[in-house]
């Protein structure tokens, strides 16, 4: 990327930042440019200023992400500190993008509002409401009333559900637009047996994820048709590990990379994997998932940068 002119600014702009420390996988290469706003306005002030030309990335905390091993050509934005309250009034919950899901769901039970379904997953809530995140048949989509955002020209903008047009883990969220904050309106419950229910939803997810290794969770979607979409005709009783086991595929490596032996929809970096060594091996489970049943496993995981 060319040299830019940047404005005055409050935040912190690093060149040259690399970004392997910054993912789960601890894998790839340096971005350009790398900007943590101090606030809203900084960052709208920052947009603004930015040729239109350049790509905006903006990044979380790195848990659904292989970034390639030769970085990005881009400007990526990490919001930080000042952007991660999270207030519960009047039955609603509003998160700053950076709260942590697991906070946001911690906090709403304390207030007897179920965001349960938000405790295990992992990332942030920009995250969640970007990529429509779910667990347990519950989507992010389902309590969402309304997120504050900047555009990629520094303008403040209040998007509603019709504006995200929600699917199967995606929105119509505008490239370059940053999420800087989110309500929701969930049920309510009591916030005792929310507790609990998310201590057990925990305990499960242990007994059965490799929750210790270097992961970005689940790799690939569940088949098409099989997809837990919460539509009438959506069906449960085919998973991504169950074909990936069927093919053979469970605790395959590829230099540092392995399908998990825990779960094989997990793909872990035992130690010494590049980006490289992580894409390969879930392209080769693709293939050989598609030569032994005919099913074509789409990606979960982003993979974003140059080889």
């Not at 690399?18 to 920052?46: H, K, N």
């Not at 920009?126 to 009333?145: H, L, Q, S």
């Not at 019709?162 to 505008?174: C, I, N, T």
């Not at 499960?204 to 099989?226: H, L």
Request: hydrophobic fraction near 40%; proline fraction near 5%.
């Amino acid at each position: 990327m060319t040299d830019i002119s940047f404005p005055d600014m409050r935040g912190k702009l690093t060149q040259n930042r690399p970004l392997a420390d910054l993912t789960w996988l601890r894998v790839g290469g340096p971005a350009d440019y790398f900007y943590q706003p101090a606030d809203a306005d900084d960052l709208a002030a920052f947009l603004k200023a930015l040729p239109r030309d350049v790509v905006v990335m903006p990044m979380g905390v790195g848990s659904n992400v292989i970034v390639r091993d030769g970085g990005l050509r881009a400007v990526v934005i990490r919001l930080g500190r000042g952007f991660n309250a999270i207030s519960c009034q009047d039955g609603n919950v509003t998160a700053g993008a950076a709260a942590l899901d697991a906070h946001v769901a911690r906090k709403a039970a304390d207030a007897g509002l179920d965001l349960t379904f938000l405790r295990t997953i992992p990332g942030s809530i920009g995250g969640a409401v970007r990529m429509n995140a779910g667990c347990y048949g519950t989507y992010t989509a389902d309590y969402f009333i309304s997120a504050e955002a900047i555009t990629c020209e520094g303008e403040h903008v209040t998007l509603g559900p019709d504006d995200m047009k929600f699917a199967y883990r995606q929105s119509a969220l505008p490239d370059g637009c940053v999420i800087t904050s989110a309500t929701f309106a969930p049920p309510q419950g009591d916030a005792d047996a929310l507790h609990a229910r998310m201590e057990e939803q925990l305990r499960k997810r242990d007994e059965t994820q490799p929750t210790k290794d270097r992961s970005a969770g689940s790799t690939f979607r569940n088949p098409a048709g099989f997809s837990s979409t919460g539509q009438a005709d959506d069906r449960h009783d085919l998973k991504a590990w169950k074909v990936i086991d069927d093919a053979g595929l469970r605790g395959a490596t590829l230099g540092g990379a392995q399908m998990s032996p825990k779960h094989p929809n997990f793909l872990i970096n035992t130690g010494s994997a590049t980006a490289a060594d992580l894409e390969a091996l879930g392209e080769l489970v693709r293939k050989k998932v598609y030569d032994s049943s005919g099913i074509t496993l789409e990606w979960e995981i982003m993979r974003i940068g140059e080889k």
